[in-house]
Antibody
Framework: EVQLVESGGGLVQPGGSLRLSCAAS????????MTWVRQAPGKGLEWVSV???????YYADSVKGRFTIPRDNSKNTLYLQMNSLRAEDTAVYYC?????????????WGQGTLVTVSS | QSALTQPASVSGSPGQSITISCTGT?????????VSWYQQYPGKAPILMIS???HRPSGVSNRFSGSKSGNTASLTISGLQAEDEADYYC??????????FGGGTKLTVL
């Protein structure tokens, strides 16, 4: 059974850093394309970043230069390293696995982890 | 990376059909057949309903269908049921190799 479990969320001050984890089970994260999507309280979905099987990574303009999406194949875990955090980064962060046979759709999602950026 | 445009809300009665539009540009929706649709219940993770404009993943009801014309993609739900009441989001691949979501549409089943 495919499962994604996010962790690492919490309260952080503006300008601080946080690393989110997305532990995958039931499949190999290195053989899948995966993404991070966030949702601010009461708002819509916002795409954050994607990593493809070959290692290529892409970022939304709103996080480029501040966030990275490393992957630890030995731990079957995806991360989102978030630096220089701002109040507008406050959101629930979801990780998701790509749909086999597609390259831009995400079939399996975690439960989300809440990041609050506030002093 | 401007968000795709969706109506804020749509409504329909049980048994009816509704369509949700998703309008972008030639740099996203119109340029690629990489539009997806997601359903989201309050406080829950999104659920993939349609991929690549019109493909239904395994397990998704055939009451859900997708299409595209020019820069506008559409999600149609036929035989509306109470359980379809949720938020719906479209997403598209872009010419910058990124993804972009629509603002979301709240579906109310009357």
């Amino acid at each position: 059974e495919v499962q994604l479990v996010e962790s690492g969320g919490g309260l952080v001050q503006p300008g601080g850093s946080l690393r989110l984890s997305c532990a995958a089970s039931g499949f190999s994260a290195s053989n899948s394309y995966m993404t991070w999507v966030r949702q601010a309280p009461g708002k819509g979905l916002e795409w954050v970043s994607v990593i493809y099987t070959g290692g290529a990574t892409y970022y939304a303009d709103s996080v480029k230069g501040r966030f990275t999406i490393p992957r630890d194949n030995s731990k079957n875990t995806l991360y989102l390293q978030m630096n220089s955090l701002r109040a507008e980064d406050t959101a629930v962060y979801y990780c998701a696995r790509g749909l086999v046979g597609s390259t831009t759709a995400f079939e399996y999602w975690g439960q989300g982890t809440l990041v609050t950026v506030s002093s | 990376q401007s968000a795709l445009t969706q109506p804020a809300s749509v409504s329909g009665s049980p048994g009816q059909s509704i369509t949700i539009s998703c309008t972008g540009t030639s740099s996203d929706v119109g340029g690629y057949d990489f539009v997806s649709w997601y359903q989201q219940y309050p406080g829950k993770a999104p659920i993939l309903m349609i991929s690549d404009v019109s493909h239904r993943p395994s397990g998704v009801s055939n009451r859900f269908s997708g299409s595209k014309s020019g820069n506008t993609a559409s999600l149609t739900i036929s035989g509306l049921q109470a359980e379809d009441e949720a938020d719906y989001y479209c997403s598209s691949y872009t010419s910058s190799s990124t993804l972009v979501f629509g603002g979301g549409t709240k579906l109310t089943v009357l």
